[in-house]
């Protein structure tokens, strides 16, 4: 069905621009269903987190180190750039990784989920009302995940297969396939999405396990070819480097900052694996690991200065070489597949938030909740993908445009954990300003390295997620602009039922559902059927799908029932903004509260607005045809909220905006 806005097919988002009717006023149950975090024993659960979390952060190493100290004023052959970079990388794994996420922010959960969205939610629902700067923070948070989703597989996948150039056997004679194979491996990912990926995940976390350990075996084997570089774990040798590099040592914060990308992850995925694994995975494994193989990266460069040029590979002994290479794939895989899922997992989110148009999510596992596939974005995904390999052949210069996104996705989590700190834990301004300035000014300091590199190509991920911030935007002032019409347009539900009882309409034997995002009036569904149709149902039910700012509802807080009269019902089906509707589901639900009916002898009718641009009226003309077009190829609600097909009546009516 084309052109069917929130307005009329029942869904209510709690986080949209206006929220209609009941779904207004921040919701305060508090309530947590099952399933919000996986099931198991901690190791077991610490081993998946290794897979999925930190997949991303683990396939640093490949290019990190190297890029900068390529970028430092020697080249990365003095012995200061060498110990002021492992001195910068080692500290800002322990300030941006450790202390702002696993210790800070953690702490930060909404019902146990993380990432940018369920943020924004929970600070819409401190303050107690919609603040336009939270909502755009929201925004520019959820389009930068975009962004580093379409990098991240591009540069870690492309930096592992790089290896080839270096393979004993092989050599140079490989470098022209590096990119057709890089470019084969994604497209066969992408692919491969339609299928579900719950079969393969479950080797997802040993093999980056074994990932981790070959780093480690690898770094530990070089600190002995110059133990000093131990030296370079002390603060103050990054802090000389930055003041000899001058000007140069900040535009190499750019490239440190690549340690530390996937960081976010931690936060993300939280709601998935629970924060004890995650945090015991980290602490206990990780990072460990990833220090020794920075450390073994600083002992080769300065006992082998001519190593930087390609340092991590040049760690690899020509015997165990091709493992190592084969393993670097898999971990890039690794990594690329939970970005994927995480990039399909945000658009479950920003549908059900009312930030982007329905589109059509597919579940690819029966017992996996989180096993989700939406083809429209993997298709933008890889055709993206597969535009910044053309645009920047190289993992070099895929890493100029690396990092932009996510410092900028950082900064964002920071500045509305502000919103947490002073409106949900009630900590006074001068407390909440003082715990975030100093995370504030290491975001800032990223961030603005990174943005120094808009020449090299980080200007790529600033025009995706400006792009996707203009798509979300369009959608948002377009749906408030169309609900407000409708809203004035509409005849109150108290009206309609007066105007009835002085003039009762014939009445149809059956069940009628209309729904609509605003109970207060009468659906749009219900005033056609009954101007044109000219009768009125046995039973009629005002339905509204309304989506909480909260990960999961319980099965207790499902459907809210209310009677208005005998011939009318407002049934309001709760969801989470991390679950899917399924309409027929939530109605079997009323059962046990008395509301008894046979969904295959019921009618559910739908409004249908057909909007067409009404050029200098409220929106731009670009934005009018913009969000026309979103419209148009929004997926069927009836698909959407998984209604029986041979049920739906669809009325409709032409609005401008």
Not at 16 to 24: E, F, I, K
Not at 225 to 235: A, M, T, V, Y
Not at 500 to 508: T, V
Request: with cysteine; charged share 15%.
């Amino acid at each position: 069905m084309a052109g069917t806005p929130p307005g009329e097919n029942g869904a209510s988002p709690a986080a949209s621009p206006t929220p209609d009717g009941a779904s207004n006023t921040p919701q305060t149950h508090d309530s947590h269903a099952a399933g919000g975090h996986g099931h198991g024993s901690l190791a077991a659960l610490t081993v998946g987190a290794i897979g999925v979390v930190f997949g991303d952060i683990g396939t640093s190493p490949l290019y990190a180190m190297r890029e900068a100290l390529t970028h430092s004023r020697s080249g990365g052959t003095a012995e200061l750039a060498v110990l002021g970079v492992l001195s910068l990388i080692f500290w800002a794994l322990i300030l941006v990784v450790t202390i702002k996420y696993v210790v800070f922010l953690m702490r930060v959960d909404n019902k146990g989920e993380g990432g940018t969205l369920a943020l924004m939610a929970l600070a819409q629902r401190a303050i107690g009302r919609r603040l336009q700067l939270v909502f755009f923070l929201g925004l520019c948070g959820a389009a930068l995940f975009y962004a580093d989703g379409i990098l991240t597989p591009a540069v870690s996948v492309l930096s592992a297969v790089e290896g080839l150039r270096e393979a004993p056997g092989v050599g140079r004679a490989m470098t022209p396939f590096v990119l057709p194979i890089a470019a084969g491996i994604l497209i066969a990912l992408f692919m491969v999405q339609s299928r579900g990926t719950a079969g393969l995940a479950k080797a997802f976390g040993p093999i980056t396990a074994v990932w981790f350990l070959i780093l480690a075996g690898l770094g530990i084997f070089h600190i002995f070819d110059d133990p000093s570089i131990l030296r370079g774990l002390s603060p103050h040798y990054g802090i000389l480097f930055l003041i000899d590099n001058g000007f140069l040592g900040f535009v190499v914060l750019g490239s440190v900052f690549l340690a530390v990308t996937g960081a976010e992850a931690l936060y993300t995925d939280m709601g998935h694996f629970g924060k004890a694994p995650i945090r015991l995975g980290w602490l206990a494994f990780v990072l460990p690991c990833l220090m020794l193989n920075y450390l073994g990266q600083g002992a080769l460069a300065l006992s082998r200065p001519a190593a930087i040029e390609n340092l991590f590979w040049e760690m690899a002994p020509q015997a165990i070489y091709w493992p190592i290479l084969i393993m670097a794939t898999l971990a890039t895989i690794i990594a690329s597949q939970a970005v994927i899922t995480g990039a399909f997992s945000l658009t479950q989110q920003a549908v059900q938030l009312g930030l982007l148009p329905r589109m059509n999510i597919r579940r690819t596992s029966e017992t996996q909740a989180g096993q989700i596939f939406v083809p429209s974005v993997n298709m933008m995904m890889l055709a993206g993908v597969l535009l910044l390999l053309a645009l920047f052949p190289t993992s070099s210069q895929l890493a100029g445009a690396y990092g932009v996104a996510v410092t900028g996705a950082m900064l964002v989590d920071t500045l509305l954990a502000f919103f947490i700190l002073r409106f949900m834990w009630k900590r006074s301004l001068i407390v909440s300003v003082l715990a975030l300035i100093p995370f504030v000014i290491i975001d800032i300091s990223f961030f603005g390295s990174n943005l120094l590199k808009i020449p090299q190509g980080a200007w790529a991920p600033l025009v995706i997620g400006a792009v996707i911030v203009m798509i979300m935007w369009t959608w948002t002032r377009g749906t408030r602009l169309l609900t407000e019409k409708a809203r004035k347009d509409s005849l109150p539900m108290a009206d309609l039922i007066e105007m009835l009882g002085a003039r009762p309409p014939h009445r149809a034997p059956g069940t009628a559902i209309f729904l609509t995002s605003d109970p207060s009036v009468a659906p749009v569904a219900l005033m056609h059927n009954l101007k044109h149709n000219k009768v009125l149902h046995e039973k009629n039910i005002i339905l509204t799908v309304r989506t909480l700012d909260r990960p999961r509802v319980a099965k207790d807080k499902r459907v809210e029932i209310e009677v208005i009269n005998d011939d009318f019902k407002r049934l309001t089906i709760n969801y989470g903004f991390m679950e899917s509707p399924n309409v027929p589901k939530a109605l079997g639900v009323c059962r046990k509260q008395g509301l008894k009916f046979d969904i295959m002898s019921t009618s559910f009718f739908l409004g249908r607005r057909s909007v067409a641009p009404a050029p200098g009226k409220n929106m731009p003309n670009w934005q009018d045809k913009l969000y026309v077009f979103l419209m148009r190829n929004a997926a069927n609600p009836t698909d959407f909220f998984h209604i029986p097909a041979g049920r739906v009546v669809e009325m409709g009516t032409q609005v401008t905006v």
